[in-house]
C-alpha cells in the first residue's frame, strides 16, 4: 500500500526529516517540497524548486536512468546512488528511492552521503597510500598480534623470506626464526604480556638469524615495537637483510686498499667538480637578480607546499609581505581554496603535465579584488622526483576590465543600459525555448513612444535622451524580476514576460505600461508629455520562433498607433480570450453597483494584549450573474483604470459605516471597520465629505472607521493626501499604512503623515518561522513602531507558529486565516459571539 503524505506521521517526517523528500507528479515536476530540500540545493526558498522538473537538478551524467520512467524506480522500491546539482553549482552525492503515492504521484527521497562518500574514499585513500608506503620500503615490516600470528606482510618481507603474504598471514612468526630463537622469541612475548618487562621491544635493532621458504638460514637486523589499538596490543617487527652487509665487512678490507688508491683520483675529480659548482652558482646568481627585476610575480614553493622565497613583484600583486608569504601555503592567500574547481584543475594538470595555468579572481591582504593570472610548474631531479614547485602571477584586472566593459556593450543599450537588440534576441530564444520545455506560455510587448520624434525635433536631442532615459526606468518598474525589458533602437522597447500562465496578464502589465508613460516627463523644467503604443504576440499562439513572434508584436503595435495610440493591441485581428473577459468585466462592472451585485466580507482583528476582538477589515467581492465570482485582483485594476473606483469606493465606505451600525443595533460591542482606498479616491476633491457623510448617515462616532491606505498612495499626489489625511484624523478617523515594508517604507512618511497604525504585509509574515530574514525584519518593524507610538498590525496570520512569534515581538494586533476566513455580516456576528463565549 502507497504511503499516504497527507496522514499526520508523514507530514511530521516529511517537515522535519533531514532528507530531501519531493512530492512529483508522472513528468517528474516538483509538487511539493520539504524545507530540508531547497536547503539541500542552497536555493533562496522552496517556490524556486516548486514546479521545476526534477530532473534540472540531476547531474547530467545521471539523467538517462530517468528514461524508463518514474513508475519503474517507484515500484522495484530500492535505493540507487544519484548525483545532484546544487544552486552554486555544487555536486552532490545520494542516496535516492522513487515510492508511489495513491494520487498518482511520486515521492522522492535523497539523503545527501556526499561527505560520507568523500569520507570512505579518504579512508581508502589513507589505506593505499599507507600500503604504498609499505610496500615501497627496503625493509620487511611484519606485524604480528599478541599470540604471535602474523597480520601483516609487505613487499619486502616477501622478496626477504620467499612467502607470498597469503601463504604467510595468519601463521606464527616461529616459522621465519631458527628453532632457538622462535623459542626465545615466544618465551619473550609471553613474559611481557604477563609481566611488562621488556626483553625483545625497543627502538635499538639486535641481530639476529632468519629462515627462508627454501630453508636456507640467513643473518637479518630485527627490531621490534608495540602498537595498541584500543586494548588491543600488536607487534610490529622491521627486519632488514644483512647478508650483503655482512659480506660486505669481509670485503671491506680488500676494499680499503683499493679506495686509497683512487683518493688521488677523486681529489683531481672533486677539484673539477667544485670549480663547476661555482660557475654554475654565478649562473643561478644571474638568474635570480633577473627574477628579482621581473614584473610577474615569482614564488619557489617546496614538496610541502610551503613557499620558500618570493620576488618583489609577487608581494605588490599579491598585497601581502615576504614575511606573510614565507613558510606559508599559497592557498592561504588565493582562490585556489581546497576544494574548489581551480583547486582540482591545478592538482591534475601538475600530476598529469607537470604544469598548471589559469585565471581567476583573488584577494589581496586589505581585502582588494584583482584577476590574476596564474602558471604552476613542477621542478624535478633528474629521477624526475618533485622537488620544487614554480609558481608565477601577473595582474590582468585591466584586461579583465576591458574584456568586461567590451562584453557590457555588446550587449546592452550605452543610453539606457538596457539589453540591446542582441541580448533581447539572445534573451528571447531562450525564453522560448525554456516555454516549450516547460509546456508554458511567453508574451512579448512591442513599445513604441508616440510623440517622442516632436520631443526631439523641438527640444533637441539631449532633452530627447533624457526622455528615453526615464521612459526605461518607468518601464522597469512596470515588470517582474524574470522579465526583460530591451531597447531595440530610437523610440522603441520590448517586454519579454514569460510564464503568463502563472498568473502574469499581458494586457495588466501593457496597462501599467501605458499609465506609467502617461505620466509627465520634466524636460528643462518643463513637463513634456508622450504616449505608448503597444503591440502584443504571444507565444506559441502567435509564433513558435523568436524572429516571426518579434514580428507580430511589431505589427500589432502598428495597429494600436491606428487606433489612435496611447493603447494595446493583440496581434490576431480577432480579440482573445483573455481580452474578450476584459472587455465583459468592463462592461459588468458598469452595471454591477446598480444590480447591487458587489458585496463586502469582513475579517476579524485581534488584539494580542487582552485576546479580543477589536476590528475588522471590509474586503469587496463582485458576484456577476454573467461571469460568476470575480476575484478582487481582476477588476479592482479596472475600476481604476476606468475612474469608477470613485463611485465604488464611496458605497463601500457607505456600506461599511451601514454594517457597522446595524451591528451595534443587534448588540456587538463596539470596534473598528477598515476600508481600503485608492489613490483615485482621495484626489477626488469631494472624499472628505464623501466620508464623513457615511459616518453621519449611520449615527456613528469617527473612532468606528479605519481607513488604510498604502505607502505607494503618499507618493502618488503628496499634497492633496497630506491635507485629506490631516482632515481625516483631525476628525478622529484611524489611518492605517497598509502593506507596510513593500513599497518605499521611509521613516520620513511616518513622521510626515498622520499614520496611527502599521500593517505588516503578509510577504513577510508567510516565513516568520522559517525566515530568519523576515523574522528580523518584523521585529525591526515593530520596535520602530512602538519606538514612535504607533500601533503594528500583521496581517496573513495562518499557522500558531506565526502568532507565538508574533507574540513574543510584542506585536500589537494581528488578523489572518488561523483566526477567520473573511466572512459575510452574518456569520461576523456568530464568530463574534462565538469568540466572546470561548473567552467566559
Given at each position: 500500500?502507497?504511503?499516504?503524505?497527507?496522514?499526520?506521521?508523514?507530514?511530521?517526517?516529511?517537515?522535519?526529516?533531514?532528507?530531501?523528500?519531493?512530492?512529483l507528479?508522472?513528468?517528474?515536476?516538483?509538487?511539493?517540497a520539504n524545507?530540508?530540500?531547497?536547503k539541500m540545493?542552497?536555493?533562496?526558498?522552496?517556490?524556486?524548486?516548486?514546479?521545476?522538473?526534477?530532473l534540472?537538478?540531476?547531474?547530467?551524467d545521471?539523467?538517462?536512468?530517468?528514461e524508463?520512467?518514474?513508475?519503474?524506480?517507484?515500484?522495484?522500491?530500492?535505493?540507487?546512488?544519484?548525483?545532484?546539482?546544487?544552486?552554486d553549482g555544487?555536486?552532490?552525492?545520494?542516496?535516492?528511492?522513487?515510492?508511489?503515492?495513491?494520487?498518482?504521484?511520486?515521492?522522492?527521497?535523497?539523503?545527501?552521503?556526499t561527505?560520507?562518500?568523500?569520507?570512505?574514499?579518504n579512508?581508502?585513500?589513507?589505506?593505499?597510500?599507507?600500503?604504498?608506503?609499505?610496500?615501497?620500503?627496503?625493509?620487511?615490516?611484519?606485524?604480528?598480534?599478541?599470540?604471535?600470528k602474523?597480520?601483516?606482510?609487505?613487499?619486502?618481507?616477501?622478496?626477504i623470506?620467499?612467502?607470498?603474504?597469503?601463504?604467510?598471514?595468519?601463521?606464527?612468526?616461529?616459522?621465519?626464526?631458527?628453532?632457538?630463537?622462535?623459542s626465545?622469541?615466544?618465551?619473550?612475548?609471553?613474559?611481557y604480556?604477563?609481566?611488562g618487562?621488556?626483553?625483545?621491544?625497543?627502538k635499538?635493532?639486535?641481530?639476529?638469524?632468519?629462515?627462508?621458504?627454501?630453508?636456507?638460514?640467513?643473518p637479518?637486523?630485527?627490531?621490534?615495537?608495540?602498537?595498541?589499538?584500543?586494548?588491543?596490543?600488536?607487534?610490529?617487527?622491521?627486519?632488514?637483510?644483512?647478508?650483503?652487509?655482512?659480506?660486505?665487512?669481509?670485503?671491506?678490507?680488500k676494499?680499503?686498499?683499493?679506495?686509497e688508491?683512487?683518493?688521488?683520483?677523486?681529489t683531481?675529480?672533486?677539484?673539477?667538480?667544485?670549480?663547476?659548482?661555482h660557475?654554475?652558482e654565478?649562473?643561478?646568481?644571474?638568474?635570480?637578480?633577473?627574477?628579482?627585476?621581473?614584473a610577474?610575480?615569482?614564488?619557489?614553493?617546496?614538496?610541502?607546499?610551503?613557499?620558500?622565497?618570493?620576488?618583489p613583484?609577487f608581494?605588490?600583486?599579491?598585497?601581502?609581505?615576504p614575511?606573510?608569504?614565507?613558510g606559508?601555503?599559497?592557498i592561504?592567500?588565493?582562490?585556489?581554496?581546497?576544494?574548489?574547481?581551480?583547486?582540482?584543475?591545478?592538482?591534475?594538470?601538475?600530476?598529469?603535465r607537470?604544469?598548471?595555468?589559469?585565471?581567476?579572481w583573488?584577494?589581496?591582504?586589505?581585502?582588494?579584488?584583482y584577476?590574476?593570472?596564474?602558471?604552476?610548474?613542477?621542478?624535478?631531479?633528474?629521477?624526475?622526483?618533485?622537488?620544487?614547485?614554480a609558481?608565477?602571477?601577473?595582474?590582468?584586472?585591466?584586461?579583465?576590465q576591458?574584456?568586461?566593459r567590451?562584453?557590457?556593450?555588446?550587449?546592452y543599450?550605452?543610453?539606457?543600459?538596457?539589453?540591446?537588440?542582441?541580448?533581447?534576441?539572445?534573451?528571447?530564444?531562450?525564453?522560448i525555448?525554456?516555454?516549450?520545455?516547460?509546456?508554458?506560455?511567453?508574451?512579448?510587448?512591442?513599445i513604441?513612444?508616440?510623440?517622442?520624434?516632436?520631443?526631439?525635433?523641438?527640444?533637441?536631442?539631449?532633452?530627447?535622451?533624457?526622455?528615453l532615459?526615464?521612459?526605461?526606468?518607468?518601464l522597469t518598474?512596470?515588470?517582474?524580476?524574470?522579465?526583460?525589458?530591451a531597447?531595440?533602437?530610437?523610440?522603441?522597447?520590448t517586454?519579454?514576460?514569460?510564464g503568463?500562465?502563472?498568473?502574469v496578464?499581458?494586457?495588466?502589465?501593457a496597462q501599467?505600461?501605458?499609465?506609467?508613460?502617461?505620466?509627465?516627463?520634466?524636460?528643462?523644467?518643463?513637463?513634456?508629455?508622450?504616449?505608448?503604443?503597444?503591440?502584443?504576440?504571444?507565444?506559441?499562439?502567435?509564433?513558435?520562433?523568436?524572429?516571426?513572434?518579434?514580428?507580430?508584436?511589431?505589427?500589432?503595435?502598428?495597429?494600436?498607433?491606428?487606433?489612435?495610440?496611447?493603447?494595446?493591441?493583440?496581434?490576431?485581428?480577432?480579440?482573445?480570450?483573455?481580452?474578450?473577459?476584459?472587455?465583459?468585466?468592463?462592461?459588468?462592472?458598469?452595471?454591477?453597483?446598480?444590480?447591487?451585485?458587489?458585496?463586502?466580507?469582513?475579517?476579524?482583528?485581534?488584539?494580542?494584549?487582552?485576546?479580543?476582538?477589536?476590528?475588522?477589515?471590509?474586503?469587496?467581492?463582485?458576484?456577476?450573474?454573467?461571469l460568476?465570482?470575480?476575484?478582487?485582483?481582476?477588476?479592482?485594476?479596472?475600476?481604476?483604470?476606468t475612474?469608477?473606483?470613485?463611485?465604488?469606493?464611496?458605497?463601500?465606505?457607505?456600506?461599511?459605516?451601514?454594517?457597522?451600525?446595524?451591528?451595534?443595533?443587534?448588540?456587538?460591542?463596539?470596534?473598528?471597520?477598515?476600508v481600503?482606498?485608492?489613490?483615485?479616491?482621495?484626489?477626488?476633491?469631494?472624499?472628505?465629505?464623501?466620508?464623513?457623510?457615511?459616518?453621519?448617515?449611520?449615527?456613528?462616532?469617527?473612532?468606528?472607521?479605519?481607513?488604510?491606505?498604502?505607502?505607494?498612495?503618499?507618493?502618488?499626489?503628496?499634497?492633496?493626501?497630506v491635507?485629506?489625511?490631516?482632515?481625516?484624523?483631525?476628525?478622529?478617523?484611524n489611518?492605517?499604512?497598509d502593506?507596510?515594508?513593500?513599497?518605499?517604507?521611509?521613516?520620513?512618511?511616518?513622521?510626515?503623515?498622520?499614520?496611527?497604525?502599521?500593517?505588516?504585509?503578509?510577504?513577510?509574515?508567510?516565513?516568520?518561522?522559517?525566515?530568519?530574514?523576515?523574522?528580523?525584519?518584523?521585529?525591526?518593524?515593530?520596535?520602530?513602531g512602538?519606538?514612535?507610538?504607533?500601533?503594528?498590525?500583521?496581517?496573513?496570520?495562518?499557522?500558531?507558529?506565526?502568532?507565538?512569534i508574533?507574540?513574543?515581538?510584542n506585536?500589537?494586533?494581528?488578523?489572518?486565516?488561523f483566526f477567520?476566513?473573511?466572512?459575510?455580516?452574518?456569520?461576523?456576528?456568530?464568530?463574534?459571539?462565538?469568540?466572546?463565549?470561548?473567552l467566559?
Amino acid at each position: 500500500m502507497a504511503p499516504d503524505i497527507n496522514s499526520n506521521i508523514y507530514h511530521n517526517i516529511f517537515a522535519h526529516s533531514q532528507s530531501m523528500i519531493c512530492v512529483l507528479d508522472t513528468y517528474g515536476t516538483v509538487l511539493l517540497a520539504n524545507d530540508a530540500a531547497w536547503k539541500m540545493l542552497k536555493l533562496k526558498g522552496v517556490a524556486d524548486f516548486l514546479n521545476t522538473s526534477c530532473l534540472d537538478i540531476v547531474h547530467p551524467d545521471y539523467k538517462n536512468v530517468f528514461e524508463c520512467g518514474l513508475d519503474v524506480f517507484a515500484a522495484e522500491q530500492e535505493v540507487f546512488p544519484l548525483k545532484l546539482v546544487r544552486a552554486d553549482g555544487e555536486i552532490l552525492d545520494v542516496e535516492a528511492m522513487f515510492t508511489a503515492l495513491d494520487d498518482g504521484k511520486y515521492m522522492l527521497e535523497a539523503r545527501d552521503i556526499t561527505e560520507r562518500k568523500r569520507t570512505a574514499e579518504n579512508l581508502k585513500d589513507r589505506e593505499q597510500r599507507l600500503q604504498g608506503i609499505l610496500n615501497s620500503v627496503a625493509d620487511g615490516i611484519i606485524t604480528i598480534n599478541k599470540k604471535g600470528k602474523m597480520q601483516s606482510f609487505n613487499k619486502a618481507a616477501e622478496r626477504i623470506f620467499g612467502y607470498s603474504s597469503l601463504e604467510i598471514l595468519g601463521q606464527n612468526i616461529s616459522i621465519l626464526l631458527p628453532k632457538e630463537d622462535a623459542s626465545n622469541h615466544d618465551q619473550h612475548l609471553e613474559n611481557y604480556e604477563t609481566t611488562g618487562f621488556k626483553k625483545i621491544l625497543g627502538k635499538v635493532s639486535r641481530e639476529v638469524s632468519g629462515i627462508r621458504k627454501d630453508g636456507t638460514e640467513f643473518p637479518l637486523e630485527l627490531a621490534v615495537m608495540e602498537l595498541r589499538h584500543g586494548i588491543k596490543r600488536y607487534y610490529t617487527g622491521i627486519v632488514r637483510d644483512i647478508t650483503m652487509r655482512k659480506d660486505a665487512e669481509n670485503a671491506l678490507k680488500k676494499a680499503h686498499d683499493e679506495l686509497e688508491m683512487r683518493v688521488e683520483e677523486r681529489t683531481r675529480e672533486l677539484t673539477q667538480e667544485i670549480s663547476e659548482r661555482h660557475r654554475a652558482e654565478d649562473g643561478l646568481r644571474l638568474s635570480g637578480e633577473v627574477i628579482e627585476s621581473l614584473a610577474e610575480g615569482v614564488a619557489i614553493i617546496n614538496q610541502d607546499f610551503l613557499i620558500t622565497s618570493v620576488n618583489p613583484a609577487f608581494s605588490v600583486i599579491s598585497g601581502y609581505s615576504p614575511k606573510d608569504l614565507l613558510g606559508n601555503c599559497p592557498i592561504n592567500h588565493a582562490a585556489l581554496s581546497k576544494g574548489g574547481a581551480h583547486y582540482e584543475q591545478m592538482w591534475e594538470g601538475l600530476i598529469t603535465r607537470g604544469c598548471w595555468e589559469g585565471e581567476f579572481w583573488n584577494i589581496q591582504k586589505d581585502g582588494t579584488h584583482y584577476a590574476e593570472r596564474l602558471s604552476v610548474t613542477t621542478i624535478t631531479n633528474p629521477d624526475d622526483d618533485v622537488r620544487q614547485f614554480a609558481a608565477i602571477i601577473s595582474d590582468i584586472t585591466k584586461r579583465k576590465q576591458d574584456e568586461e566593459r567590451i562584453l557590457y556593450q555588446a550587449n546592452y543599450d550605452n543610453l539606457t543600459n538596457l539589453p540591446n537588440r542582441t541580448l533581447f534576441h539572445d534573451r528571447l530564444e531562450q525564453g522560448i525555448v525554456n516555454m516549450k520545455r516547460n509546456h508554458k506560455s511567453l508574451g512579448l510587448l512591442f513599445i513604441d513612444l508616440d510623440g517622442f520624434k516632436l520631443v526631439n525635433d523641438t527640444l533637441g536631442h539631449d532633452m530627447g535622451d533624457i526622455l528615453l532615459k526615464e521612459a526605461a526606468a518607468r518601464l522597469t518598474e512596470c515588470v517582474r524580476d524574470g522579465d526583460t525589458v530591451a531597447r531595440l533602437g530610437g523610440d522603441e522597447f520590448t517586454i519579454i514576460m514569460p510564464g503568463l500562465d502563472e498568473g502574469v496578464n499581458a494586457p495588466i502589465v501593457a496597462q501599467r505600461v501605458l499609465k506609467a508613460l502617461s505620466e509627465p516627463f520634466v524636460l528643462a523644467g518643463n513637463e513634456t508629455f508622450v504616449s505608448g503604443s503597444i503591440g502584443i504576440a504571444l507565444f506559441p499562439e502567435d509564433a513558435d520562433n523568436a524572429a516571426d513572434l518579434l514580428k507580430n508584436a511589431d505589427s500589432a503595435m502598428y495597429q494600436a498607433k491606428e487606433h489612435g495610440k496611447a493603447n494595446y493591441q493583440f496581434f490576431t485581428k480577432d480579440m482573445n480570450a483573455e481580452v474578450q473577459d476584459q472587455l465583459f468585466i468592463k462592461a459588468g462592472l458598469l452595471k454591477a453597483l446598480e444590480r447591487n451585485e458587489f458585496k463586502l466580507v469582513y475579517q476579524p482583528k485581534l488584539d494580542l494584549s487582552n485576546n479580543s476582538v477589536i476590528g475588522a477589515e471590509a474586503l469587496m467581492r463582485w458576484h456577476s450573474p454573467d461571469l460568476g465570482l470575480v476575484s478582487p485582483v481582476t477588476f479592482i485594476p479596472i475600476l481604476e483604470e476606468t475612474g469608477m473606483v470613485i463611485e465604488v469606493g464611496a458605497w463601500a465606505i457607505r456600506e461599511a459605516c451601514r454594517q457597522h451600525a446595524q451591528w451595534l443595533k443587534q448588540g456587538l460591542p463596539p470596534i473598528k471597520v477598515a476600508v481600503n482606498l485608492s489613490a483615485r479616491q482621495m484626489r477626488e476633491p469631494s472624499f472628505v465629505k464623501i466620508v464623513m457623510d457615511a459616518l453621519k448617515e449611520a449615527n456613528l462616532p469617527s473612532s468606528a472607521l479605519e481607513i488604510e491606505i498604502t505607502e505607494s498612495m503618499l507618493m502618488s499626489d503628496v499634497p492633496n493626501v497630506v491635507a485629506a489625511l490631516e482632515e481625516l484624523h483631525d476628525f478622529g478617523i484611524n489611518i492605517s499604512m497598509d502593506d507596510f515594508g513593500t513599497g518605499y517604507s521611509s521613516l520620513s512618511y511616518l513622521k510626515r503623515f498622520p499614520i496611527d497604525t502599521i500593517k505588516i504585509d503578509r510577504s513577510f509574515v508567510n516565513d516568520i518561522d522559517t525566515n530568519s530574514d523576515d523574522a528580523e525584519i518584523i521585529h525591526t518593524i515593530i520596535n520602530m513602531g512602538q519606538t514612535l507610538k504607533r500601533k503594528i498590525i500583521a496581517e496573513g496570520v495562518e499557522t500558531k507558529a506565526q502568532l507565538d512569534i508574533l507574540k513574543l515581538y510584542n506585536c500589537d494586533e494581528v488578523q489572518g486565516f488561523f483566526f477567520s476566513k473573511p466572512l459575510s455580516p452574518d456569520n461576523f456576528v456568530t464568530f463574534m459571539n462565538d469568540f466572546e463565549s470561548n473567552l467566559h
